[in-house]
């Protein structure tokens, strides 16, 4: 079936590093790739997105890269800041819904 | 109202009972989804709705069931809990069904002894 593998599944980074989440997906199908970040105790909340007709995106510390050929799309984090720590999801979406990695717990360390 | 809300905030209960999870949004949004998280497992689908009046399956529909009566409310029914079930509950909305951004509640956490 449909699956997103996700790594690592912790990282802890130097504040200030650089920190990069890996995905997989398995759905050649699918074409949309959003990231979200969920604090402690918090609902998850979007930070980035991309769509398989870009292969990359930027919003200012964050980016995004898709390589579909390779169906492998990551998140960088650049200047990491401890309010970066978090658990951060990607996921794909091809139709009527998103199929989530487990997640990757990134700490920041001060 | 403002954006999407869910009820109650947590719940403990015992197996057997039947326990109804809501999910209310404010911004005219057509898709609706049920997720749960449970440590190491991330957020697994259990209903979604297209639109007001229609549903479909996720990944783990069992033990759970929905209704999409109008656009703003979708409720999720546990009819016999059972331990198994007990995780954290979040509805999510979005503009349409595609590939659109889904915003999630604030998360029902649900125990089920």
């Known amino acids: 079936g449909e699956n997103v593998e996700q790594h690592p599944s912790t990282l802890s980074v130097q504040e200030g590093d650089s920190a990069v989440i890996k995905c997989t997906y398995s759905?050649?199908?699918?074409?949309?790739f959003p990231w979200y970040k969920q604090e402690l105790g918090k609902r998850p909340q979007l930070i980035i997105d991309i769509r398989s007709n870009v292969g990359e995106k930027k919003d200012q510390r964050i980016a995004v890269t898709l390589n579909k050929t390779a169906k492998h799309f990551s998140l960088h984090i650049t200047e990491t800041q401890p309010e970066d720590s978090a658990v951060y999801f990607c996921a794909a979406s091809g139709t009527y819904k998103y199929i989530f990695g487990t997640g990757t717990r990134l700490k920041v360390l001060a | 109202i403002a954006g999407i809300t869910q009820a109650p905030t947590s719940q403990i209960l015992a197996a057997g009972r039947r326990m109804t999870l809501r999910c209310t949004q404010d911004?005219?949004?057509?898709?609706m989804y049920w997720y749960r998280q449970d440590l190491g497992l991330g957020l697994r689908l259990i209903h979604y709705?297209?639109?007001?009046?229609?549903?479909g399956k996720g990944e783990v529909p069992d033990g759970y069931s929905v209704s999409r009566a109008n656009t703003d409310d979708f409720p999720l029914t546990l009819a016999s809990a059972v331990p198994s079930q007990t995780s954290v509950y979040f509805c999510?909305?979005?503009?349409?069904?595609?590939?659109?951004?889904?915003?999630f509640g604030p998360g029902t956490r649900l125990t089920v002894l």
């Open positions: 999510a909305s979005s503009r349409d069904v595609v590939n659109n951004e889904q915003f």
């Open positions: 911004m005219r949004h057509n898709a």
């Open positions: 709705s297209n639109t007001a009046g229609t549903t």
């Open positions: 759905d050649s199908a699918s074409n949309y």
